[in-house]
């Protein structure tokens, strides 16, 4: 199912490298380009580099959007604009995706997990993103999808899900979902 990803996303292990000289230290991607402050700020939050998320934005487009009619992204848009614009909806794509490497998916989701913990409880964000990231999240956490969330994880994503529907109007719509 994932034969076509294999060849274009490296595994768990290839991903980052840190390479320490001394007092400094830099941060490479797998094919030894150097990364910037910005770049290694997004890898932190979303466990992959952009090109990679490209990738899995486009896995995300031909597997499961036509699935998920609530989430229209445009052809045109990049995983860069979309991280500019709804980071934790490409945060859950990414996360839904990464079927190819089980073990770095479970990683994933529990940093999925403390992502919207923190932008909802902490942060008290709510916006239609949110909510759309919550949605591909549980729709897709079946043993088939290959994304395991326990019984808790999904209560949990529910009930954020019910916090951001009492929400009401005071969301902001995202113009981009409904242009194209």
């Not at 991607?29 to 934005?57: R, Y």
């Not at 699935?67 to 848009?77: A, Q």
């Amino acid at each position: 199912m994932c034969e076509d990803f294999d060849q274009s996303l490296p595994d768990a292990s290839q991903s980052i490298s840190r390479q320490t000289s001394g007092a400094e230290s830099t941060d490479t991607t797998a094919s030894g380009q150097l990364m910037s402050p910005e770049e290694k700020a997004q890898i932190e939050v979303l466990g992959v580099t952009m090109s990679e998320a490209e990738v899995l934005l486009d896995r995300f487009r031909r597997l499961m959007a036509p699935l998920m009619p609530f989430v229209v992204l445009p052809s045109e848009l990049s995983a860069a604009q979309l991280y500019a614009q709804e980071p934790f909806l490409l945060h859950a794509i990414i996360t839904v995706t990464y079927f190819h490497d089980l073990s770095k998916q479970q990683i994933l989701v529990k940093h999925l997990m403390r992502d919207v913990s923190q932008r909802i409880l902490l942060d008290n964000e709510k916006t239609v993103g949110i909510l759309q990231g919550l949605l591909v999240s549980v729709l897709c956490s079946t043993p088939s999808a290959g994304l395991l969330l326990t019984r808790s994880d999904l209560r949990g994503l529910v009930s954020y899900t019910r916090v951001l529907g009492s929400a009401g109007d005071q969301s902001p719509s995202l113009g981009h979902c409904n242009d194209h």
